[in-house]
C-alpha cells in the first residue's frame, strides 16, 4: 500500500462515491462517466485489497475498511482541496456548480423563492436544499455533504463557523373575520383564546411557551401540527389562533384570509444564523454563495 503508487485523483473519486453512495451519482457530480468510475474503483479495491463499497440495492455500502480510511483520509483532502481552491477565482456566469443548503420548511419558504430569482443569471448554478437533523448538521457540514445550514443559534463546535443572518420577531396569526380582535389583540384576549402550537415534536412546549410561562401565565394549546403553513389555514377557518415568526406571517397574509398581529408581550427576536465549515470558509464559490444568502437575508438585489 506504498503511497507513492497510489494516484491521488483516486481518492477524490473514493470521497465522492462515499458521499453519493451510488456511482451513477458519483459519476454526475465528478462529471465522468460511470465506466471510468467503476474502473477507478476497481484500481482502488486492487490496492487496498478490499472492496470497499458493496451493492445493496441502489445503494453503495462502504465496508469496515472503507468507513475507516474515510474518516482518516477526509481532513487531509479537504486541506489540499481548501489550499487548491483558493488560488483560483469562482466565475458563476460560466462554471456549473450545486450547492447543498440546510433549511428547515419555513426557511425554504422565506429564503428559497428570492435566493433562485437572484439566481436567474446563472443558469449554471444548481442548489440543493435539504433538512436534516439537528443533531447531524456538523457532520453533514464536515463531511462536505452539505456547504450550509441556516437554523436557529445551535451549540456548536469550534469546527463550524456561524454568524447572524436574519433577526425575526415572534407575531400572531388570526382569521381575518375573528370576533373581538378588530382594534388589536389584549394580553387578557392571547391567553383566553385556543391555540396551534407548531412543532416536530410530539409533546412540549414551543418557544413562545417558555417565555409565557417566565411571565408566570400559559395558553391553551388546541391543536399541535408540523408545519407554520397547515397551522395558518387552521387559523384562516376557526377561531384559533398562530404565533409565527413574522417573514412568513406577511407571506401567509397575501394568500390566505387572515391577519397578522403584534404579540401582546415582549419576546426576545428569533436569531437566524448562518452555519458552515471552518475547513471550507476561504473556498471562492462558497464566499459567493454566502453572499448570495446574506443578499436574500438582507432583501438585496443579487448584483452580476
Not at 76 to 97: E, M, Y
Not at 123 to 142: D, F, G, Y
Not at 144 to 165: C, I, M, R, W, Y
Not at 267 to 277: E, F, G, I, S
Request: hydrophobic share 40%; aromatic share 6%; net charge neutral.
Amino acid at each position: 500500500m506504498a503511497m507513492n503508487r497510489l494516484d491521488l485523483n483516486l481518492l477524490h473519486v473514493f470521497d465522492t462515491i462515499f458521499r453519493e453512495g451510488s456511482l451513477t451519482r458519483a459519476a454526475r457530480a465528478l462529471h465522468l462517466t460511470q465506466p471510468a468510475v467503476s474502473h477507478s474503483l476497481s484500481r482502488l479495491r486492487d490496492h487496498f485489497n478490499d472492496p470497499l463499497f458493496t451493492r445493496q440495492g441502489n445503494q453503495m455500502v462502504p465496508t469496515p475498511l472503507a468507513r475507516r480510511f474515510a474518516e482518516t483520509m477526509r481532513p487531509g483532502l479537504t486541506q489540499i482541496q481548501s489550499a487548491v481552491n483558493q488560488f483560483h477565482a469562482f466565475d458563476p456566469a460560466r462554471q456549473h456548480k450545486t450547492f447543498s443548503l440546510g433549511l428547515r420548511d419555513i426557511l425554504e419558504s422565506t429564503f428559497l423563492p428570492q435566493l433562485m430569482k437572484n439566481l436567474t443569471s446563472y443558469p449554471e448554478i444548481e442548489v440543493v436544499s435539504q433538512r436534516i437533523a439537528r443533531r447531524e448538521m456538523e457532520t453533514q457540514l464536515a463531511s462536505g455533504k452539505l456547504d450550509f445550514a441556516v437554523d436557529v443559534l445551535l451549540p456548536v463546535s469550534n469546527q463550524t463557523s456561524h454568524e447572524l443572518l436574519r433577526k425575526d420577531q415572534l407575531v400572531v396569526i388570526a382569521g381575518e373575520h375573528h370576533p373581538g380582535i378588530e382594534n388589536g389583540l389584549t394580553m387578557e384576549q392571547y391567553l383566553a383564546a385556543r391555540h396551534v402550537l407548531v412543532s416536530s415534536r410530539t409533546e412540549g412546549p414551543g418557544i413562545e411557551d417558555f417565555e409565557l410561562s417566565r411571565q408566570g401565565v400559559h395558553r391553551r394549546i388546541a391543536l399541535r401540527c408540523q408545519h407554520y403553513y397547515a397551522a395558518c389555514r387552521v387559523a384562516e377557518n376557526t377561531d384559533l389562533l398562530v404565533t409565527m415568526p413574522e417573514t412568513y406571517a406577511r407571506m401567509i397574509e397575501q394568500q390566505a384570509k387572515v391577519r397578522v398581529l403584534p404579540l401582546p408581550t415582549d419576546m426576545p427576536a428569533l436569531n437566524v444564523h448562518l452555519y458552515w465549515h471552518t475547513a471550507y470558509e476561504k473556498e471562492p464559490s462558497l464566499l459567493w454563495f454566502r453572499e448570495q444568502l446574506h443578499r436574500v437575508a438582507s432583501n438585496r438585489p443579487d448584483r452580476p
